[in-house]
């Protein structure tokens, strides 16, 4: 516990990277191993941030002056200043008098200056939507690398992002240039309506590339979810669902992509009637093949009319002897709800 | 009054049926296709009834009955346009087709076919829809492709194939020529042979049965649900007739087919691998129902569904392929299902379910058991006693366990949620993909060995919300392996997760219901 203590106090030091080497690593090692010190230092990081977040306020000159006196540095005074002590109704006066001579010179200035423009009949050619920018900000896209011209970085770096492999790409300065080179981590919180384009794109992207979004389960099925609802589905979500059952190695993640799928309204998911034919005619799990037939079964009953192609992959489906039982009977339940 | 109300009533309904009564109209052509002795005649009509008869003319005689049915005068008249005949190949292959337009919901089409042949071609037909395809005296081969409608084919001398999915099959030619094949998914094939012919004889259905009348000269066995056997002298053509959902009959020209008897009654000569399939093999309904059954309940079916309310006694259940659901069994409860999913409610002894594919959903096992499942996601809402859950894909969700627990999936998250009270229970959870997630309760004490193997130490991670785990960090062969152990509360059963590509999680928050679908 007295090792706790230790690196409680020593938390603002590592905060600030005062501490030397080989405590730095001693105290992380600590950390990473012990819960109650780990939440102790998530606390003190974001009181950090938050306060590098805060915005700098100018301290009074009064205050200052008085904080400084009381700890003893008075800052040293001026012989040669007299105070001026202001007479209330003449400064009023005084700015009520430059404002008209200000506006009145201006008006006089611009109107005898200005290019006169004769009238004509204005008439609007056309019109282009002005593309939704949120919050003024140009839109920016999620990249694996990005090459960035200086001018185009603020010069504002807010919290504490984490900044790590830096190389110095060309730091002689010869040139008047130099380039960093770094990853950076962020954390980023899109909102928008489920069916705004770039929404649908990332959550196409992370239901996709489970393994490189590194999405955890619990916000994959959320999305899944919620895209079942009708209200949501689209079928950009259904083909990214259909990659998903095509290419995952992982039997689990394509029975729950499959099962999305069979959710799905039918003119939805219409596009990803290959996939489902592909997954009941050769996918190894007998789950996995059984929820396509459960998809395909759904397309047929909302009135999707199969091509003569698949109708025939789902017959052999039927007949081949060494199927799962289950699976064929499906197949069997679907042919017979079709219409020709 | 009655009488008057009733005429108006009878004048309405008239009204309304001519307003609803559909345009149609009628066209009959007679067509006239050359073709050489030995040639093939390929017949491909989506829409209509077929009848092809062989019979002593040198060159094919066809007369096309074309009905279009139309909601108005115009669409009587785009039916009209919309239907064409193309004649192509050359004497030695014709082919003649009917084209449709894209169907719309306001007119249809159909094209009737009457066809005569000579008997020594070969006849070749593609279908759609009918309510019949008839092809008899042929001596060539015949080929029948449908989709929907009835086949019957007659004294056809050559090899006979007939693929249909939700048509029957009626065959009947006294000594076949040449190899048979009649397949269909929902509908029953017939087969009928003179009571001398030889021939081999393959059959096999998935929810119907296998019947012949032909008992007499018939040698064979059963291998899994596909019998295969002689008539007869051995040697000759093979006769192959199958279906999925429907019966497949074998009968001797002349014979009743009251006569008929299932072969699963026959003494025949078994394959020691058949001999327990067809202990199964009892045709039962499409669905079993039962309400509450007294003493032991013992069922099995090749193929079917079965439903029971409540059984006061054990359960030893099986099916080929269908869904199982029981309310709930006061002793054990042994279900098996070779394909489809498992419902299972209260079960007061111990549990042994096991499914090939599909899900599997218990509300509660007071003794523990064992279930698992090829592929398909396992839902457990209590078990009181020692309980292993198998998946060979697919989520494991325990949500209260008040004893020892053992789940293991090839892909997929494991959620064990241990009972709020229980101050240590061994768990035992594996995943080769996927997140594990323990929910224990404040006090809950456990040696942890929490391990997940990754790619991506940054993003799997191990977390307790109970201290008192060291974490090592390992790289093998190009993955990380993050290993946490120690004791929590002072330490108590062994608690051994490992995870592969996911996190796992120890959590002292309740687990959320487990939302079910209602039944």
Redesign the interface.
Known sequence: MSECSAMRESMPLLLTEALDPVRRETAHQHI?????CSEEWRAHKETWTLLEELPEVEVPARVKTAFLEKVGVAEPAVSNVIPFRGRPVFKWVAQAAAVVVLVGGAYFAGDRNADRIQPTGARIESVTPMQRVASGITPVSLAETRVLDAAALSPEIQGRPAVRNVTCVDCDGSDGQIALSFDVTSRWTVSGHPKDESMLRLSSYMLENE?VA?T??EALDSLRRMYSDPAHADPQIANALANVLRSDA??????DAVETLTHLPAAVSAQTRDALIEALRSDP??????KAVEALANMVRDGAVLEPTE?DVL?QK??Q?DE??????K??ET??N?Q? | MKIRVSTAVLILCVAAAAQAAPFRQTMTTEQKFSITPGGTFVLEN??GNIDIVGSNVTQIEATLTTLVTAKSEAALAEGRRGSNLIIGGDAKTRIVRTVIARKTNDWSVAVQWNVRVPRNVHVHVVS??SERIRINDILGSVKVKN??GNVMIGDVSGSTVV?S??GSIVYATPHPGGNVLL?T??GNVTATVAGDADFRWVA?T??GDIRTSMQQGLRGAFF???FQGTVNAPGGPTITT?T??GDVHLLAAGASAAKTQSLRQLPLTESPSSRAAQRTNTSGPAVLRRGTVKGLFTYET??GDVRVQEIQGDARIFT???VVQIGAVSGACNVR????PLELGEISGVLTAST????ILVDSTRRGGTIA?????IRLLYTSGPTTLTS????IIVSQAAASVKAE?????VVIGVDRDSKSEKIDAQ?????ILLHVGPKFGADIDATIVTT?AR??TIA????????RREHVAGKTVVRATGKINGGGQKVVLHAT???IRISTRALAPTVVKPR
């Open positions: 990473e191993s012990c819960v109650v393994d590194s955890p389960s992982h039997e689990g993640v394509r029975i799990n007998p789950a996995v093949r059984l109708v017959r039927a007949l002897q799962n039982p289950y699976v064929r009977v197949v069997a042919l017979g079709m020709p | 989506p829409h759609t829809s989709f929907r693929e999915v939700n397949s998914v929902n096999e998935g929810r899994g649900p596909r199958s999925l959902m090749k193929m080929g392929a269908g299902s070779h394909g489809g090939r594919a599909g899900d499942t090829q592929g398909g996601t060979g894909g697919g989520d999936t090839t892909s997929g998250d995943t080769k993909k996927g997140n991506d993003a799997d307790s919300e109970l201290p008192g785990l060291s974490i590509g996911g996190d």
